[in-house]
């Protein structure tokens, strides 16, 4: 029975790296009003949950596509992955698995709360019912409600900017974000840095008892269409320094022209990109 | 019985009429047969009493074990039906074979609910029981989720070490395992997301407080079953008035496995009053587990005495040809005098049989002692987690059944008496010239 649950854990953990990957890409998308915007953020103390808000908001309702490679690695052993992603505002997305050759051609399609999966060994397209999402998407630690919902760290919390401070000429926000008592997020509290580039450079999750419990880290960033995005993020947990998640992106492109049946089952079992 | 050997006094008159009785009536043979075979038991002591002790240590096992089998039966039948209260409950069909939210039934309406407050019916109960899973911080566990009435379920019998019960059912606060808190890292008022499939088909999912800890002597229901009010229950699952389960009380006894027939009167009334669509069954057929052991057990212990017979046997067996090779001349000599062959298979026979009832009776008291002197109990928390995993308590009472006693001993006495027959035939068999021609 436990191995099928797998560690809701691990995966929340990519949840939020995969979602902080599509923030990153937002954040490049900023990068064309950041003078402005940075100098509006200098004036005045900017809202929290603004900060998050925005970055969403204006990921949101364009496109982008990716080149991903992920990396898990425990203390005995380690694996790859690479994958290609194609983003449509916050609804829809299309995920197809590139190498290793085992699980080349495993796609999913999301669209809004709906999940399909295509597994080219058995050539069927898988609605993936709810009762099934929160199990292991495509084998990773990933769950296929991790990767289906994106928005909930802005809804689901209360945000607060606890303090700014100066780093390699940036300025960089510190954010508390709490979650409702209803919520469904297990941390105590998430603490976020974003530069003001809207760049994030680390989040912590902490437990019930002020426990650090693991942390993202953006490694190193990139240009992407001109713009700074992250490149390479790290998860590891606090207490296991030899285990970590690190996702890479090889490649990024944005606002490209998507043809209107990339989100659709057709191209899901049928791949025309 | 070295006294009755070497010449108590009623050892003459047997040996007197032994001389006259070869032209006798068959009953005085008889006696001598008998005769003979006692005082042939206790040439060889040692021997014998080896063979003896085999006996009666076979028989112990045969009785004892299937007793303390019994008795693990029995506790798990009654933890069983600590675990799920309720004599008699009604599901969904489905529920049995797919628990999940589709199997899910409205509370009867006002009119049965009256029927249902009516004798035999002394008790019932709705509850919602699904599947979940449990996540903290750091782990996440596949859970049973109960959704119930706190006030109406008198029954359930949970020892709470930390917090209280919510003081009402629509409380989103939730109860769970001390031990299932330890595998989670989390603890009383912490918040826990608890998930499972809503009634529109989607992922329900919240954030719900710890509101108390309780701990089962049975680990397995610790680690997996937490409890939530039952209108908690419907609001969270969005399914209201529906639950998965109703359980009724009714008749005498409700506490007491003793007698599993006692509840046809209660089952078939609930049978009539409620929808045809519901499966009405005892508590004891819905696990199946325990359905299947309870038919398993007569074979397992049939099987079980059969095995110590053949170890046994084979003693058996061996020590009886031992005594007869030993006594070639000797048999040989009176079947020359004019003994019948029968009757030389006869003592032989009777040899044996003194052995195997002496062994029996050694065995039987030796068992029967056990059981007495277990009867408070045997102690196994030291193994108390793996006795929890097979759903067994850490205190284990001997079950002693008369069937299984009487099963024990014809078993022996009539499979023993089997065995010696072949050795017994073949003495009885000798050529008389050539046995009294050995040295």
């Known amino acids: 029975m436990d191995i099928g649950v797998f560690s809701v854990c691990a995966r929340r953990f990519f949840l939020r790296a995969f979602l902080y990957v599509s923030v990153f890409y937002s954040n490049g998308i900023l990068a064309d009003t950041r003078d402005g915007q940075a100098a509006s953020v200098n004036a005045a103390e900017p809202d929290a949950r603004e900060l998050i808000q925005k970055s969403m908001d204006l990921w949101r309702g364009k496109t982008s596509y990716s080149e991903v490679s992920m990396t898990i690695h425990r203390p005995d052993w380690q694996r790859s992955m690479s994958m290609q992603a194609w983003t449509e505002g916050e609804k829809n997305s299309l995920v197809r698995v590139s190498a290793p050759a085992r699980d080349a051609g495993n796609a999913s399609l999301i669209k809004d709360r709906d999940m399909w999966s295509f597994a080219p060994k058995i050539n069927r397209v898988i609605k993936v019912p709810s009762s099934m999402m929160a199990q292991s998407w495509m084998g990773s630690d990933f769950s296929n409600k991790d990767i289906s919902r994106n928005t909930d760290i802005i809804n689901l919390y209360d945000h607060s900017l606890a303090g700014q401070s100066n780093q390699d000429g940036h300025l960089v926000y510190e954010i508390h974000s709490v979650p409702h008592e209803a919520a469904a997020v297990v941390w105590g509290k998430e603490v976020l840095f974003i530069r003001d580039d809207y760049v994030l450079l680390e989040q912590q999750y902490w437990d019930q008892d002020g426990k650090l419990v693991k942390t993202m880290k953006t490694i190193d960033f990139m240009q992407a269409d001109g713009r700074t995005i992250a490149k390479t993020m790290r998860m590891n947990k606090s207490d296991d320094k030899n285990s970590w998640t690190q996702i890479e992106n090889t490649k990024v492109q944005f606002d490209i022209e998507l043809s209107s049946s990339t989100f659709t089952l057709s191209n899901l079992r049928n791949p025309r990109l | ?439």
């Open chain 2, 1 to 439: 019985m070295a006294a009755l050997e070497s010449g108590s006094p009623g050892s003459q008159s047997p040996q007197r009429s032994a001389r006259t009785g070869t032209h006798s009536t068959n009953g005085t043979l008889l006696g001598i047969s008998l005769q003979l075979a006692w005082r042939n038991l206790w040439r060889n002591k040692k021997r014998s009493l080896i063979m003896l002790a085999a006996i009666s240590l076979g028989a112990w096992a045969m009785i004892f074990m299937p007793s303390l089998m019994r008795g693990m039966l029995n506790d798990s039948l009654q933890r069983s039906f600590d675990a799920l209260p309720g004599q008699v409950q009604a599901h969904q069909k489905n529920y049995r074979l797919d628990s999940s939210i589709e199997s899910s039934f409205l509370v009867p309406g006002a009119e049965q609910q009256a029927l249902l407050s009516e004798a035999p019916v002394t008790h019932w109960v709705a509850r919602i029981k699904l599947p979940a899973v449990l996540n903290s911080e750091r782990e996440s566990r596949a859970v049973q989720l109960i959704g119930l009435n706190y006030q109406r379920e008198t029954q359930l019998d949970l020892k709470l070490v930390a917090g209280h019960w919510p003081a009402d059912n629509s409380e989103m606060g939730l109860v769970i395992g001390s031990k299932l808190a330890e595998r989670l890292e989390t603890g009383l008022g912490k918040r826990v997301v608890l998930m499972s499939q809503g009634a529109d088909g989607e992922l329900a999912e919240r954030g719900f407080r710890i509101v108390a800890l309780y701990r089962s002597e049975l680990g397995a229901g610790d680690e997996r079953v937490i409890y939530l009010g039952l209108d908690a229950a419907q609001r969270f699952l969005k399914m209201p008035g529906k639950i998965s389960e109703l359980a009724f009380w009714g008749g005498a006894d409700a506490d007491s496995v003793a007698d599993k027939h006692s509840e046809t009167a209660l089952l078939n009334y609930v049978r009539s009053v409620l929808d045809k669509q519901l499966e009405v069954l005892p508590w004891y057929e819905l696990d199946p587990y325990l359905a299947s052991m309870m038919g398993m057990l007569d074979a397992m212990i049939v099987i079980w005495i059969l095995v110590v017979f053949i170890a046994m046997g084979f003693g058996l067996a061996n020590t009886l040809l031992m005594a007869i090779f030993e006594r070639v001349r000797e048999l040989g000599l009176m079947i020359a005098l004019g003994m019948p062959r029968a009757m030389v298979l006869v003592q032989l026979l009777l040899e044996s049989l003194f052995m195997l009832m002496i062994g029996l009776a050694v065995g039987n008291a030796l068992a029967l002692l056990c059981v007495f002197a277990f009867r408070d109990g045997i102690d196994l928390s030291a193994f108390a987690d793996a006795m929890a995993m097979a759903g067994v308590g850490s205190r284990l009472y001997p079950n002693l059944q008369f069937t299984d006693v009487a099963l024990a001993n014809v078993t022996v006495l009539v499979l023993g008496l089997a065995t010696s027959l072949l050795p017994a035939w073949r003495a009885s068999h000798y050529d008389p010239v050539q046995a009294l021609s050995k040295d």
